[in-house]
């Protein structure tokens, strides 16, 4: 019995199941996503469009559920400025692109569940939400050793406020944004980086939450949030703005 209490113990903090068994032993079951009770309270009954801030911080993020194309330059942007960041992945991503998940972890960027297959939540049934959501953070822990409570992102942004409670329930945070860069639209839809840049900039307040994309347009082949990136943290600095991640939100510790 304590061995099991240990067991479960383990899995509540982290989030993470523990190494499978030898061979022959009786395999270990895939744990559940956290309860309620695992999220800061100050963190549940909202999503979250800006940090609470009256000083001049932006937090960038990135949503990974298409292509990779960007994630090179992006992560070499971000080291070159010493920059970290928050990336919501898929768990799909997370299976077709394990090194890369690794490489984004060792860079000491947050992680973030984004679902399994980035559907529309509403229309998820609890049993669905619940496995889409285990499924992500199972495939990012087995690449990273690391889950993605507490943070989660709706797809599309689609959400009701039922919707917040079951992913409070499930230990996630609601994260959504202050701005969207619309980079994921491609050149042929009508975008830039000069658009994109302008989009942000036009936006920016403080504490804001910007969203941007990993991959590439899948048709154009264009990667305008990783082209744009530089341009956009020299614009963001030209005003006085300094960087953080989604752990501002966070209660001191």
Not at 224 to 238: E, K
């Amino acid at each position: 019995m304590r061995a099991v209490a240990v067991l479960i113990s383990m899995v509540v903090a982290t989030g993470v199941a523990p190494p499978a068994q030898a061979a022959g032993a009786p395999s270990t079951p895939t744990p559940l996503a956290a309860r309620a009770d695992t999220l800061a309270p100050r963190l549940a009954g909202k999503a979250w469009t800006r940090i609470p801030t009256k000083k001049r911080l932006v937090a960038l993020t990135f949503d990974a559920g298409g292509g990779a194309g960007g994630v090179r330059s992006i992560l070499r942007t971000l080291k070159s400025e010493g920059i970290r960041a928050t990336f919501f992945l898929t768990g799909k991503w997370a299976r077709a692109h394990p090194a890369k998940v690794r490489r984004i972890s060792r860079a000491g960027h947050v992680l973030g569940n984004h679902t399994d297959t980035h559907g529309k939540v509403p229309e998820m049934s609890d049993a669905r939400l619940t496995r889409e959501l285990d499924a992500t953070n199972a495939a990012v822990a087995k690449a990273t050793g690391r889950g993605t409570q507490p943070w989660f992102r709706f797809p599309y942004g689609a959400h009701t406020p039922r919707d917040i409670r079951r992913v409070n329930d499930r230990g996630y945070a609601a994260i959504q944004w202050t701005v969207d860069s619309a980079g994921w639209l491609g050149t042929s839809g009508g975008m830039s980086v000069a658009k994109v840049e302008r989009r942000v900039m036009d936006a920016i307040q403080p504490g804001a939450i910007v969203l941007m994309h990993v991959g590439q347009h899948p048709t154009d082949g264009s990667t305008l949030d990783a082209d744009t990136l530089p341009r956009l943290i020299d614009d963001l600095r030209a005003r006085g703005y300094d960087f953080t991640t989604l752990e501002a939100l966070l209660p001191p510790s």
